[in-house]
């Protein structure tokens, strides 16, 4: 049984389908005690079938803990958004719910390199000299 | 904002997955934000206000 209904995924293909650049899907996965991992696999694997331009690289956090440390990655199960270049965009645990919508917007802007955000806001980041990490911590509904 | 620029990393997490987290940094609603695991910003803020608030909140 698919996740997305019918709709959902017309909806879904709509609004992917857009993407000016191919966006990769990093996807941190482990097969035991791992509630949501196959969910999210099966999730990221609709999405995928919805856009030409999204792509997901399946890996095992116990087997590539070296590739997921260079994700910044430590938990499963998560995904890195990757864009023209990896901008840091992540997330940890399943994207359902309203989650889910925050992981089309975070495509679409990796794809575009193009964060959408004001003037003021882009001349604040510009001058950042040191890292900054940000956890926002949301609920699927 | 992790699009601007290179020196921003953003994870969305997923609070009820990670209940570690919830209690490491007090997480009592969402959306709350740490900013460089000190900083906090509870609630969705007008843009502007939230990016000022988190560049702000670089340690150097």
């Known amino acids: 049984m698919p996740i997305l209904s019918p709709s959902d995924a017309d909806r879904v293909r709509a609004m992917l389908a857009d993407l000016p650049n191919p966006v990769r899907l990093v996807f941190f996965t482990q097969t035991l005690n791992c509630e949501t991992c196959e969910p999210t696999k099966q999730i990221l694997g609709e999405l995928a079938e919805l856009s030409s331009q999204i792509t997901v690289q399946e890996h095992n956090l116990l087997l590539e803990g070296d590739l997921a440390a260079s994700f910044g990655i430590d938990r499963v199960p998560s995904i890195a958004v990757v864009g023209a270049q990896d901008y840091g965009i992540r997330f940890l645990g399943i994207p359902s719910g309203y989650e889910f919508m925050s992981l089309l917007d975070a495509i679409q802007v990796a794809s575009a390199g193009d964060s959408g955000l004001t003037e003021a806001s882009r001349a604040m980041l510009a001058g950042l000299e040191s890292p900054l990490s940000l956890q926002v911590f949301v609920t699927p509904t | ?60």
Do not use: C, H, Q, W
Not at chain 2, 9 to 15: G, K, L, M
């Open chain 2, 1 to 60: 904002m992790a699009v601007e620029s290179g020196k921003v990393t953003s994870f969305i997490v997923e609070a009820s997955e990670y209940p570690d987290l919830v209690r490491k940094y007090r997480v009592s609603g969402v959306p709350k934000t740490m900013v460089n695991e000190t900083v906090e910003i509870l609630g969705a803020r007008p843009e502007e206000d939230f990016v000022r608030t988190a560049v702000g909140g670089v340690v150097p």
